[in-house]
């Protein structure tokens, strides 16, 4: 038996009724058009044409109509700024290693004192 938390809960929620809600819509468009059209036939060419581009067009052309209006970084500069930063870290995290050793040699500190040091600084 698993446990959900509340705001799961609260979004196993908010996913059904967005499916019932798109469940309703295209039935309701499969109404309308039926009243509309003489043909059954026409009717369901109809409405699946219309559920084929809602369903599976339209997600896939979204983004590349939406990418001049909000321009997304190529992966390889995201990739870059990653490192760069991660290279960041590394070498103030080095710095700090670096300081410490020398503070601990001008003290004449023991080796264990040294090990609880550097493992301090890890900790951070």
Known sequence: ??????????????IAVIGMLAVSVFALLGL???????????????WLTIWVSAVL????????LAAPLWPV??????RRE????EARLIRNELADYRKRAAELSLQGAGVKHAW?????IKRR
């Open 1 to 14: 038996m698993f446990r959900l938390s509340r705001i799961e809960v609260a979004e196993v929620l908010a």
């Open 32 to 46: 309308a058009i039926s009243t509309l059209v003489r043909s059954s036939a026409t009717a369901l060419a109809l």
């Open 57 to 64: 067009l339209w997600p896939s052309c979204v983004g590349y």
């Open 73 to 78: 970084e190529p992966r390889q500069l995201a």
């Open 82 to 85: 990653l490192l760069t930063q």
């Open 116 to 120: 609880e040091q550097h493992l301090e």
